[in-house]
């Protein structure tokens, strides 16, 4: 995207925020695993929490726009690349893992999935250079050699983000798609894991962050949020000892 094309997509942001009914503390979520944290967001707000609004794209034009000033307060990614960029930044801080994410293989039928089927499958993708799960799935089929093969026979069809992945499978341009577990629970259909194939899911502040969106992060790394994670296919990080993870 061009410099325009991005400072006209934070206007545009800012200006839908500010004409809400409602001023809500504002946080941008990896579109992935929206369906989760939409879920932690009521619960939050049935708790008595101050109302949030979501955000929901890829993790990098989310950061990206973090950089050029959009109006976000916490942004929760679904892997450290993009957080780690803006706290490099000092744009970011109280930088955590709130989950580990799983990476499967998805097709919209209910019959089961045979992995062999990878090889020859049309197979729509996130973007590797802007979200998590695309890059984790280009990683595995760079591990199993077929990622330049597939992409030459054109047998890749990358997309924006993981509900694109969905909506390209649901539409017969691909057979199968590569999103995160807790997209493939939303879903239906049938997918399986793929071995090794995990990543930490990290957030932040912003400078703009009061204290109603400080509030918020907390409760998505506390123990009420922990159903709602694990529900949605998320393994919780062992803060107790590092390297480690326990469900």
């Avoid at 939409?38 to 034009?61: F, H, Q, T």
């Avoid at 450290?80 to 293989?105: C, S």
């Avoid at 399986?192 to 990543?199: E, G």
Wanted: aromatic share 8%.
């Amino acid at each position: 995207m061009k410099r325009s094309g991005k400072i006209f997509a934070v206007a545009s942001v800012f200006l839908f925020l500010v004409s809400s009914p409602v001023m809500a503390n504002v946080v941008a979520v990896a579109a992935g695993i929206a369906p989760c944290v939409e879920e932690v967001v009521d619960l939050y707000v049935k708790a008595g929490g101050e109302p949030v609004e979501l955000v929901k794209e890829a993790c990098g034009p989310l950061a990206r726009q973090i950089a050029l000033g959009a109006p976000y307060e916490l942004f929760l990614a679904s892997e450290p690349r993009w957080p780690n960029w803006l706290k490099d930044k000092g744009l970011l801080t109280e930088v955590d893992t709130f989950a580990i994410g799983q990476l499967t293989l998805w097709h919209v039928s209910s019959d089961p999935i045979d992995e062999s089927q990878t090889e020859t499958a049309v197979i729509a993708i996130p973007d590797p250079e802007t979200t998590a799960y695309g890059n984790l799935a280009k990683q595995y089929l760079d591990k199993i050699g077929l990622w330049d093969r597939k992409m030459n026979e054109k047998r890749i069809i990358l997309v924006g983000s993981a509900p694109q992945a969905v909506a390209a499978v649901k539409a017969r341009t691909a057979e199968m798609a590569f999103i995160p577990l807790s997209m493939a629970i939303k879903a239906g259909g049938s997918y399986t894991s793929v071995p090794d194939m995990v990543i930490e899911q990290v957030g932040g502040l912003t400078a703009k962050a009061d204290d109603g969106a400080r509030k918020f992060w907390a409760f998505c790394r506390s123990e009420n949020a922990t159903p709602i994670w694990v529900k949605w296919g998320f393994v919780i990080p062992d803060k107790s000892q590092k390297g480690k993870i326990s469900k």
